[in-house]
Antibody
């Protein structure tokens, strides 16, 4: 059974940093692109970042470029999101999601339960 | 402002059929990129409902169907049930920006009357 379990969320002051983790199990982690997707309170979904299987390619939504860094450790079956210079508008539930990418497109076939990040003074 | 446009809400009575539209542009849906749909029940993580415009993952009832034409896509739900009350999101890919840029619709809240 595929499982994605996020951790690391919490309350942080504006300008602060936080590192999110996602522990993956039930599939060959090193064979999949992975992503972070966030959802602000009462709002819709927003893709945040992607990382290729071997970590050689990373992409970010414009609003987090230069502040967030996605990374992975295939030996530990883990995905990370280092968030620096946090702003109030980064407040959201952050989901770890597995990417399924083939001739039927690029989509998220499994999601974690999410971890809440609150940026406030 | 989402790249893909969805109606904020739709509603229907049990047993009825509802559709949810997802309108994009020539840099995403109109460029040939597939559309996928997610269902988010209250307080839970999103779940993949339709992929590749019209394919259902195993376990998704055939009451749910998807289609795509031009720069738009649609999700149809027939035989509406109370448990279908949820938020629905479309998702595609946009080539107007650098890298694999994933885009979502703003979401549609389905109310079962």
């Amino acid at each position: 059974e595929v499982q994605l379990v996020e951790s690391g969320g919490g309350l942080v002051q504006p300008g602060g940093s936080l590192r999110l983790s996602c522990a993956a199990s039930g599939f060959t982690f090193s064979s999949y692109w992975m992503s972070w997707v966030r959802q602000a309170p009462g709002k819709g979904l927003e893709w945040v970042a992607n990382i290729k299987q071997d970590g050689s390619e990373k992409y970010y939504v414009d609003s987090v470029k230069g502040r967030f860094t996605i990374s992975r450790d295939n030996a530990k079956n883990s995905l990370y999101l280092q968030m620096n210079s946090l702003r109030a508008e980064d407040t959201a539930v952050y989901y770890c999601a597995r990417v399924d990418y083939d001739s039927s497109g690029y989509r998220f076939d499994y999601w974690g339960q999410g971890t809440l990040v609150t940026v406030s003074s | 402002q989402s790249v893909l446009t969805q109606p904020p809400s739709v509603s229907g009575a049990p047993g009825q059929r509802v559709t949810i539209s997802c309108t994009g542009s020539s840099s995403n849906i109109g460029a040939g990129y597939d559309v996928h749909w997610y269902q988010q029940l209250p307080g839970t993580a999103p779940k993949l409902l339709i992929y590749g415009n019209s394919n259902r993952p195993s376990g998704v009832p055939d009451r749910f169907s998807g289609s795509k034409s031009g720069t738009s896509a649609s999700l149809a739900i027939t035989g509406l049930q109370a448990e279908d009350e949820a938020d629905y999101y479309c998702q595609s890919y946009d080539s107007s920006l650098s890298g694999p840029y994933v885009v979502f619709g703003g979401g549609t809240k389905l109310t079962v009357l």
